[in-house]
């Protein structure tokens, strides 16, 4: 039940859904359909055989469909072993930065003692001089 296109199609009865699937060629698609047809003159004339080159050519198609996917497969996995070692190597970056942090964090208190003992000294210092 295809349409040429630019004609309307009218749906009369509970068809609906064949007409939702239903998708009018574009110009590329038509000017494609007819260079095959003219490719295959025998077309009108014989329609099984046409019908089993079309087929033949859908399998190809097919067979090169199957294998990108079986390599995007294969790259796919590829890299999500590369994503779990840069995982890896995040945590054991995570794992120095910590290490860094706390020796931070003690240099830093260590420096407030001094500063805190420096001010006491300053303090002593000046009280003994007013002394």
Known sequence: ESVPSGENQSVTGGD???VDEYQELNAREEQDIEIMMEGCEYAI???EAFAEKL???LQVLDGANIQSIM????QVNIL???LD???KEVDQIELKLSSYEEMLQSVKEQMDQISESN???HLSNTNNVKL
């Open 16 to 18: 609906e859904e064949a």
């Open 80 to 82: 999500m072993k590369l």
């Open 55 to 57: 087929s033949r050519e």
């Open 85 to 87: 070692e840069a995982l």
């Open 45 to 47: 004339s014989n329609a």
């Open 71 to 74: 390599a995007s497969e294969k």
């Open 119 to 121: 001010h006491l000294i």
